[in-house]
């Protein structure tokens, strides 16, 4: 009987489910909106209706699947099933593994989107080329995940790669996890939208005032579209985002001496031919030379499907497909 997973990305705006077959094709997907503000119980039945979807979609039964993979966006322990902290999903202690396991009877596992998304680009996006490897996900958080010897490095509690709440500046903004001033609360989307909002706030000229109503969320592609017609508050918003992701770049250079980063998620896929030449060279001013000397910083280009392969690396990992 041929073997299937099914591979789940629970963002924190939609659900993204993916049936794979043996040969790592993606054969059919669905996908639903997250509409967190419903709470934990109804995200995860939106969970298992896009995974019954795939499987009624491509006339694959229950039975024939390997594993089920779910990408979270928050620290989470895979071994228990547990989210501990999933800010963009408003989650606190959520076992996301029971339910579904309960309802398709067949072994499940949550990681870390950031983390799947690392191991989908390292694995199947750039063909295992870089040893050490940082992956960097830009759009309404900054999430990120660390390939060390070719291996997902998850450290002591599985909760490693949390880039996002590096604080770069104490006296900073408010973030999602309680403190002040996290990498995300300063170069996310959502730190770029606050950005641009007080400057119409404060009567400042803009395209985005043409392009959309509702600044509370920029989209990415409104973003783009106004760089296209050169405007100056949004450029100078993502100049200093991408500042700032060139610091964390050049640090974690330092500290690491990695092989590649590769910046991906929805800013990145919109705006990235901006900011990466701004990223590079503000990683280059701080990074050592020795360290920064060979290291590749690229653009995913993988675009939506980067976590849903990472689910098939960890289905291979725990060695069931
Ligand atoms: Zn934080």
Redesign the pocket.
């Known amino acids: 009987m041929p073997q299937y997973i099914v591979s789940v990305d629970a963002g924190g705006t939609k659900i993204l489910a993916a049936l794979i077959n043996s040969d790592n094709k993606i054969i059919s997907q669905s996908k639903k909106p997250t509409d967190a503000k419903n709470g934990a119980n109804a995200v995860i039945n939106r969970i298992i209706e896009c995974i019954e979807s795939t499987l009624i979609d491509s006339k694959v039964k229950a039975n024939q699947l390997a594993a089920i993979v779910v990408g979270i966006p928050g620290s989470l322990n895979s071994q228990k099933g547990i989210v501990y902290l999933a800010p963009n999903l408003s989650w606190r202690n959520i076992n996301v593994v029971n339910p579904i396991k309960k309802h398709f009877n067949i072994p499940t596992f949550i990681e870390n989107d950031a983390n799947l998304g690392a191991l989908g680009i390292h694995q199947f996006g750039l063909g295992k080329k870089y040893e050490n490897l940082l992956g960097i996900f830009v759009g309404t958080g900054i999430g990120g995940g660390l390939i060390l010897n070719n291996k997902i490095y998850r450290g002591k509690s599985f909760a490693a790669g949390e880039i996002?709440?590096i604080v770069i500046d104490p006296k900073g903004a408010k973030?999602?996890?309680g403190?002040f001033g996290?990498f995300?609360?300063i170069a996310s989307r959502t730190a770029i939208t606050r950005e641009i909002k007080n400057a119409i706030k404060t009567g400042k000229k803009t395209v985005i005032t043409k392009l959309t109503n509702d600044y509370d969320m920029i989209k990415s592609g409104i973003l783009a579209a106004a760089l296209q017609s050169n405007d100056k508050i949004v450029k100078k918003s993502l100049r200093s985002a991408s500042e700032t992701i060139g610091l964390v770049v050049g640090n974690m250079s330092n500290l690491l001496d990695l092989n590649a980063v590769v910046l991906a998620g929805g800013l990145i896929e919109a705006v990235g031919n901006f900011m990466l030449p701004v990223i590079r060279k503000s990683a280059e001013e701080v990074a050592l030379p020795q360290n920064f000397k060979g290291m590749k910083i690229l653009n995913s280009s993988f675009g939506d499907d980067a976590a849903l392969y990472g689910g098939i690396a960890l289905a291979k990992e725990v060695g069931l497909f």
Do not use: L
């Open positions: 996002g709440h973030c999602g996890c403190n996290c995300e609360a």
